[in-house]
């Protein structure tokens, strides 16, 4: 069974750093999209960063240059270094992988795998 387990969430300081794995498990690793995704409270969930197949990446304008997203296939966990935290960075993240893309992130759609989220919490 396809599983995605997040790790690594936490309490920090605005300019501190957070580094969130996501271990893969399943057929949920080898998939063409793989990203993250965070939730504010009272917020739509947005997109945060991707990398398909082929390494290429994208991320959200008000993360670029402060997150990286990359992955250890051998290990099937997805990352997302995260630096220079800011309050407004704060949220729930999810990882997900899709076959498909969907613009710049991966598809939410019905074939999508969900991990079950990491808190980031950070203060100024």
């Known amino acids: 069974q396809a599983q995605l387990v997040e790790s690594g969430g936490g309490s920090v300081q605005a300019g501190g750093s957070l580094r969130l794995s996501c271990q893969a498990s399943?057929?949920?690793?080898?998939?063409?999209?793989m990203g993250w995704f965070r939730q504010a409270p009272g917020k739509e969930r947005e997109g945060v960063a991707t990398?398909?197949?082929?390494?290429?990446?994208t991320y959200a304008d008000s993360v670029k240059v402060r997150f990286t997203i990359s992955r250890d296939n051998a290990k099937k966990i997805l990352y997302l270094q995260m630096n220079s935290l800011k309050p407004e960075d704060t949220a729930m993240y999810y990882c997900?992988?899709?076959?498909?893309?969907?613009?710049?992130?991966?598809?939410?759609?019905?074939?999508?795998?969900w991990g079950q989220g990491t808190q980031v919490t950070v203060s100024s």
């Open positions: 997900a992988t899709s076959p498909f893309r969907s613009g710049a992130y991966c598809s939410t759609g019905q074939r999508t795998t």
């Open positions: 399943g057929n949920s690793y080898s998939r063409y999209c």
């Open positions: 990398i398909v197949s082929d390494g290429r990446t």
